[in-house]
């Protein structure tokens, strides 16, 4: 290990001691966070959730489905997607191994390490081997980075979500692994753990979009976007890039969240950390929706929340009486997206996804 940087911040109790540790381990999501003085309480932001910014991130994510379609029609195709009308330009696109309940069963390695390796047991630098066995399955897109040419001071990480069934399988699963993340919670420190296979699919991902984002994260705010897988991917991103430009990163909304149709992602000691990192936060969710509301809080003994306030879920209730229907980005979010008021976070009188 070794001491990347320290960090003090006065306040009228004393001062709250940070230290961020860098783990030479393979697996590349390796920032630890140790926090030392008084207990961190969510940060109170001003509601500056922006409609016509969820409407151009909702937009973003469908362009990700695009994407991969068009990958999976046209071999040559370079992931450059459709920006006719918007202001922006790509920058990079994201690629991963697409796991298909066949080409998955189809990797020797692959499959005897699964059968042998309890997830709860993985150690962090148990990613670099699997994706060292993945190497030989085909990759398909899984988002991209844009950069405003208009003079605005942003720049936009989207990625896809769930295609096929066995990314679908990994949604459903439940168990926790630890995210390289420690925070002081209910006066001591805590490991936060994330869903196994969100870590996993993000280990494929956590590079390129680092470097992506690097291009720019010193100049401009940064809007992190997912739907579905993609929405907890976002968020694992989010809080990447934010303790990347720690001290302040996410904490002055430089880096902001808009997810959609978003999972439960990990336990509250992570949530915890992550309102702290990228409190400028904002989850978008259909009510007859299904995705929002797994992982259960509770299961197995396992420990799951959202992250965000209620204040930060905005939501409406359009039941398409398709399971499908109520959770598409292009069918449900968007159109809702494009009715004003229909979308709030006040108080609900109808059942909510929060805990």
């Given at each position: 290990?070794?001491?990347r ?6 306040s ?25 003085g ?8 001003a509601?500056?959730y ?19 379609q ?8 370079d ?33 005897q ?12 630098t ?16 899984w ?37 390289p993340?420690?925070w ?11 869903h ?21 994260l ?11 897988l ?5 968020i ?43 409190p ?6 259909n009510?007859?929706?299904?995705v ?11 420990k ?29 979010y ?7 008021g ?11 996804s929060?805990?």
């Amino acid at each position: 290990m070794w001491l990347r940087h320290w960090w003090a911040n006065e306040s009228e109790s004393g001062k709250d001691f940070f230290i961020i540790i860098q783990l030479l381990a393979g697996f590349r999501l390796n920032i630890i966070v140790y926090k030392f003085g008084k207990e961190v309480k969510h940060i109170v932001v001003a509601n500056n959730y922006n409609p016509e910014t969820a409407k151009l991130l909702a937009h973003c994510c469908s362009l990700t489905y695009d994407q991969y379609q068009r990958g999976r029609r046209d071999s040559g195709y370079d992931g450059i997607v459709d920006l006719t009308g918007y202001p922006y330009r790509q920058t990079a696109s994201f690629k991963a191994p697409e796991f298909l309940l066949t080409n998955h069963l189809a990797a020797p390695r692959l499959k005897q390490y699964l059968n042998e390796t309890a997830p709860e047991k993985f150690k962090f630098t148990d990613f670099d081997l699997f994706r060292d066995f993945s190497k030989d399955l085909p990759e398909v897109f899984w988002g991209f980075a844009l950069e405003a040419i208009d003079g605005s001071a942003n720049c936009i990480i989207a990625i896809r979500g769930t295609q096929s069934i066995y990314e679908w399988i990994m949604d459903a699963a439940f168990i926790q692994v630890p995210a390289p993340l420690i925070w002081f919670k209910d006066g001591r420190l805590e490991l936060a753990k994330a869903h196994f296979g969100f870590l996993l699919m993000y280990s494929f991902l956590i590079g390129q979009i680092t470097a992506a984002a690097n291009n720019f994260l010193d100049r401009k705010t940064c809007l992190v976007t997912g739907h579905s897988l993609g929405a907890a991917l976002a968020i694992l991103a989010a809080l990447t890039l934010s303790t990347m430009t720690f001290p302040m990163g996410g904490r002055d909304g430089k880096i902001q969240m808009y997810n959609f149709a978003g999972p439960r992602v990990g336990n509250p000691t992570f949530v915890d950390a992550y309102n702290y990192f990228v409190p400028v936060s904002y989850r978008v969710v259909n009510l007859a929706d299904l995705v929002p509301i797994v992982p259960p809080a509770s299961i197995f003994g396992y420990k799951y929340q959202h992250i965000g306030t209620s204040e930060q879920e905005w939501s409406y209730l359009y039941q398409t009486e398709d399971i499908g229907g109520n959770h598409s980005i292009q069918g449900n979010y968007i159109p809702a997206l494009q009715k004003p008021g229909i979308i709030t976070n006040t108080k609900k009188n109808h059942p909510v996804s929060g805990d």
